[in-house]
């Protein structure tokens, strides 16, 4: 069990751009989500999706976010235009619906600067 | 909507101390209650959890009591070390919903 992996794990970039994060959740987990945690904070909750369907998407998720899992295995966060207030841990949990399904196994997080 | 209180920090304690990390939460529902830690440089791991009222969780020494009548879930350790220092985060997460709605964390520094 190698755990839920993230990448980059860092990444800097320059207001307007566009940066894309992906998640691979731990082998046979189903459900995936997407939190965003600024400093001195606790993570918020961003989306998630059970296989490939995203069943819940948090006010926080704007429209220059954009969240994928095509196959119901990695997933990708895309977020266009970035601004300052991007800033952020993006962390990434996967968990197994069913016996146990509370609990969520979370990734390092990728950690985002937009200059 | 949801939310998790927890006390603010850093917290700091010498080693054999005992340690106390109050939260309050409130919620509409009947949730389950977590609580994370994030060491340095690591990611959030979950420390224990307690699914119901009464319900203790326990682990590596930590241990909290889910607590209905006072809506809490404190954190405690009866003999802190070196290495428990880190960000612990109290959380919870409803029935039949996904998200998990965190605190924002209590620094603990252990000192030797």
């Known amino acids: 069990d190698t755990g839920v992996s993230q990448n980059p794990r860092h990444k800097i970039t320059k207001r307007g751009q566009n940066v894309t994060f992906r998640c691979d959740p731990i082998s046979e987990h189903n459900r995936l989500y997407w939190y965003r945690q600024t400093l001195g904070q606790g993570p918020e909750f961003l989306t998630y999706f059970q296989n490939e369907a995203q069943l819940e998407k948090s006010r926080l998720l704007s429209d220059r976010f954009s969240a994928e899992r095509p196959k119901g295995s990695f997933s990708t966060l895309e977020i266009q235009r970035t601004e300052q207030g991007d800033s952020a841990m993006y962390l990434c949990?996967?968990?197994?619906?069913?016996?146990?399904?509370?609990?969520?196994?979370f990734g390092p997080g990728t950690r985002l600067l937009v200059l | 909507g949801d939310s998790v209180t927890q006390m603010e920090g850093p917290v700091t304690l010498s080693e054999e101390a005992f340690l106390t990390i109050n939260c309050t939460y409130t919620a509409t529902g009947y949730p389950s209650l977590f609580w994370y830690v994030q060491y340095p440089g690591e990611g959030l791991q979950l420390l224990l959890k307690?699914?119901?009222?009464?319900d203790k969780g326990s682990n590596k020494g930590f241990e909290a009591t889910y607590r209905k009548e006072t809506t809490s879930f404190h954190l405690e350790k009866g003999s802190v070390q070196v290495s428990d220092s880190a960000v612990y985060f109290c959380a919870l997460s409803e029935r039949g919903y996904q998200k998990v709605t965190f605190g924002t964390g209590t620094k603990l520094q252990v000192i030797p």
């Open positions: 307690a699914t119901k009222a009464d």
């Open positions: 949990a996967s968990s197994l619906a069913g016996e146990g399904r509370e609990t969520q196994y």
